[in-house]
């Protein structure tokens, strides 16, 4: 009887470019890890309380990221939305626990600036989200769990979304909104989107879908809304009292302005400044005070507080004729 022949076991040979792609997971695991050192001090675990009848009471939880060591705090505004909590708790990775208080909050923009007691905090350091590219790595750091962080690593998958928001009656689009695929777990909200280089180029907002999140950005815009909630507390935005939406410019327009688009006015609220000035429904507005407006996110940056009360020249179309009005706006009311 024939012996059985012993096959011995051969280890397939590794592709050519194995070194390669083991360099380049390890370089990537750098990446995050450095990033994620160096922001996990700066991102608390945020535990915000109203008063109830039995004392001070839950209202709320996310994360926060540190601005500047004497205790400023940024975060979402939805984190500190409710029955006016105005108290809270932040905890760090070290395990220390300061109460803050709520300077002020913009849910126009989803942003929150908060107080805690402390002088020796770990500031992060902001970047700019208009630098982002599709692709780009992204790392999400959050604190749901107070002294357990929360790290995950995506890349830019959209830039340009918009969101829109709500105060009172008053509803707008937060503009230029960052996505990501870098997952997001409950109790992030508030938390730092962080480029590679550990700079915070987004404030974690919401989910979007499986494998989606959202996260306001910041840019000069957003440090706009922050610097206004450092000084007084809340935002003041004019307001002229249109619903509108984009619109194609007719080519005797598109000559003239050198522009594709303008924004059309689809209506008027009553006893608004709008009204007051003159517009109608399919007015389509180009200018405003000589700064070009091809969407509704040109108006909305234009109505800065420092417009509340004074006049503004409003270019637009109707009928095929070039019109400018003057026209007065008002504060936009958020109540």
């Given at each position: 009887?024939?012996?059985?022949?012993?096959?011995?076991?051969?280890?397939?040979?590794?592709?050519?470019?194995?070194?390669?792609?083991?360099?380049?997971?390890?370089?990537?695991?750098?990446?995050?890890?450095?990033?994620?050192?160096?922001?996990?001090?700066?991102?608390?675990?945020?535990?915000?309380?109203?008063?109830?009848?039995?004392?001070?009471?839950?209202?709320?939880?996310?994360?926060?990221?540190?601005?500047?060591?004497?205790?400023?705090?940024?975060?979402?505004?939805?984190?500190?939305?409710?029955?006016?909590?105005?108290?809270?708790?932040?905890?760090?990775?070290?395990?220390?626990?300061?109460?803050?208080?709520?300077?002020?909050?913009?849910?126009?923009?989803?942003?929150?600036?908060?107080?805690?007691?402390?002088?020796?905090?770990?500031?992060?350091?902001?970047?700019?989200?208009?630098?982002?590219?599709?692709?780009?790595?992204?790392?999400?750091?959050?604190?749901?769990?107070?002294?357990?962080?929360?790290?995950?690593?995506?890349?830019?998958?959209?830039?340009?979304?918009?969101?829109?928001?709500?105060?009172?009656?008053?509803?707008?689009?937060i503009d230029n909104v960052i996505?990501?695929?870098?997952?997001?777990?409950?109790?992030?909200?508030?938390?730092?989107?962080?480029?590679?280089?550990?700079?915070?180029?987004?404030?974690?907002?919401?989910?979007?879908?499986?494998?989606?999140?959202?996260?306001?950005?910041?840019?000069?815009?957003?440090?706009?809304?922050?610097?206004?909630?450092?000084?007084?507390?809340?935002?003041?935005?004019?307001?002229?009292?249109?619903?509108?939406?984009?619109?194609?410019?007719?080519?005797?327009?598109?000559?003239?302005?050198?522009?594709?688009?303008?924004?059309?006015?689809?209506?008027?609220?009553?006893?608004?400044?709008?009204?007051?000035?003159?517009?109608?429904?399919?007015?389509?507005?180009?200018?405003?005070?000589?700064?070009?407006?091809?969407?509704?996110?040109?108006?909305?940056?234009?109505?800065?507080?420092?417009?509340?009360g004074a006049t503004v020249a409003?270019?637009?179309?109707?009928?095929?004729?070039?019109?400018?009005?003057?026209?007065?706006?008002?504060?936009?009311?958020?109540?």
């Open positions: 009887m024939a012996s059985a022949t012993e096959i011995p076991f051969q280890q397939e040979p590794e592709p050519p470019d194995a070194d390669g792609e083991r360099a380049a997971l390890d370089a990537y695991s750098r990446t995050v890890v450095g990033v994620a050192e160096a922001l996990s001090p700066s991102v608390a675990n945020l535990r915000v309380t109203r008063r109830g009848r039995g004392g001070q009471v839950p209202a709320g939880a996310g994360s926060g990221v540190v601005l500047t060591p004497d205790g400023f705090l940024l975060t979402s505004a939805h984190v500190v939305s409710g029955r006016s909590p105005r108290r809270g708790h932040a905890t760090f990775v070290d395990g220390r626990e300061f109460s803050f208080d709520i300077v002020g909050a913009d849910p126009l923009s989803d942003l929150a600036l908060l107080r805690a007691d402390a002088s020796d905090l770990v500031p992060a350091t902001l970047g700019d989200a208009e630098s982002l590219r599709p692709g780009q790595l992204v790392v999400a750091i959050g604190n749901p769990n107070g002294f357990a962080g929360s790290v995950t690593a995506g890349v830019v998958s959209g830039l340009g979304r918009s969101l829109p928001a709500r105060a009172g009656r008053a509803v707008r689009v996505q990501t695929d870098a997952a997001l777990n409950p109790g992030n909200s508030g938390g730092a989107l962080a480029d590679s280089a550990a700079r915070v180029v987004g404030v974690n907002t919401a989910v979007a879908g499986i494998g989606l999140g959202l996260a306001v950005p910041i840019n000069v815009a957003t440090r706009h809304v922050i610097g206004q909630l450092m000084s007084t507390g809340r935002v003041r935005r004019a307001y002229l009292g249109i619903a509108g939406g984009p619109r194609p410019l007719p080519p005797g327009g598109r000559r003239r302005f050198g522009a594709r688009t303008g924004v059309e006015v689809v209506e008027v609220v009553d006893d608004s400044p709008a009204q007051r000035a003159g517009l109608r429904a399919e007015d389509l507005i180009v200018e405003v005070d000589g700064s070009a407006v091809t969407g509704v996110a040109d108006l909305q940056r234009l109505m800065v507080a420092d417009r509340i409003v270019t637009l179309l109707r009928g095929g004729r070039t019109l400018t009005l003057e026209l007065v706006p008002a504060e936009l009311p958020t109540g």
